[in-house]
């Protein structure tokens, strides 16, 4: 098991350079690149929604991601001790939202809000998000899928 | 964010150069496509040549914009790089927002559009 963490501070530019740290780590560990961009679109989406919504832009309070590689799977967490996501929005990283079942005819009825939550949930095999003595975590996990198995061989 | 704009008959070519479209320039993106709009160029062409990442509030700032557009006009959006041609994917706007190879081929789209829009300006390019 391959283990990686890293501590950014809650800024929105330091969203960005942890995504592009994580894709490139996942480059380097060999990961499909569909598999990658999952990845780097989770992790994103996650660690934006704590800077924005957990600590409301707040300076100087910490993110911390953590990404393991074991045999088959990826786990990934996103962590921060802002304020916790309201409950309904847990349920959408858990379960999905009807958000993107849109009818791709009708566009002023096309979502513009609430993507983020539902990116992370089709990203990824599995989500969980938890709000225990101050500190929410989203814990994610994902296994390369059978198509970007394919595109590597 | 910088946006190169050129004219290309009646079409606006938008090329945005930036690597990553996110939530720190959504609002931007959103607001020039706005006044390019209002401005009388109703048939745009997005070209993503340079992006090699986009957000939920990037897209978003997209999805706004096509709303927008698409009253009078048309936005076609070319050249995705894989990652952003899966975020496409991922969110089913690879069915929403017509898509291109490269800039010619949606310009030569919009083009044929002729009902949408009166001709078009031939301003010089600008930044």
């Known amino acids: 098991m391959t283990r990686l963490k890293i501590d950014i501070e809650s800024k929105l530019n330091a969203v960005s350079q942890l995504g592009m740290t994580v894709h490139s780590a996942c480059e380097a560990f060999g990961l499909p690149e569909e598999m990658r961009f999952r990845i780097q679109t989770a992790v994103v989406e996650a660690a934006s929604n704590a800077v924005r919504h957990a600590y409301d832009h707040a300076p100087d309070q910490a993110v911390t991601f953590t990404m393991e590689i074991h045999e088959g799977r990826v786990e990934l967490e996103v962590i921060d001790s802002g304020k916790p996501m309201p409950p309904q929005q847990a349920e959408v990283l858990r379960h999905g939202s009807n958000v993107l079942d849109f009818d791709e005819t009708d566009i002023e009825a096309l979502p513009e809000g609430g993507l983020g939550l539902e990116i992370i949930h089709r990203s990824m095999d599995n989500v969980n998000y938890t709000s225990n003595n101050g500190i929410n975590r989203i814990h994610m996990m994902t296994t390369a899928r059978e198509e970007e198995e394919t595109a590597r061989t | ?127």
């Open chain 2, 1 to 127: 964010m910088l946006l190169h704009k050129e004219h290309r008959g009646g079409v606006a070519v938008l090329l945005l150069r930036t690597n990553r479209l996110t939530v720190e320039d959504a609002a931007d993106l959103k607001s020039r496509l706005a006044a390019c709009f209002a401005a009388g160029h109703k048939l745009q062409v997005l070209d993503f040549t340079a992006v090699q990442f986009v957000d939920s509030s990037g897209l978003g700032a997209l999805i706004s914009s096509l709303k927008l557009v698409s009253t009078e006009g048309e936005i076609a959006v070319c050249s995705l790089q894989g990652p952003v041609r899966s975020l496409f994917k991922l969110t089913r706007m690879d069915r929403v927002f017509r898509i291109f190879e490269n800039a010619d081929d949606a310009v030569a789209a919009l083009e044929g559009l002729t009902g949408k829009q009166e001709a078009g300006s031939n301003d010089a390019p600008q930044d």
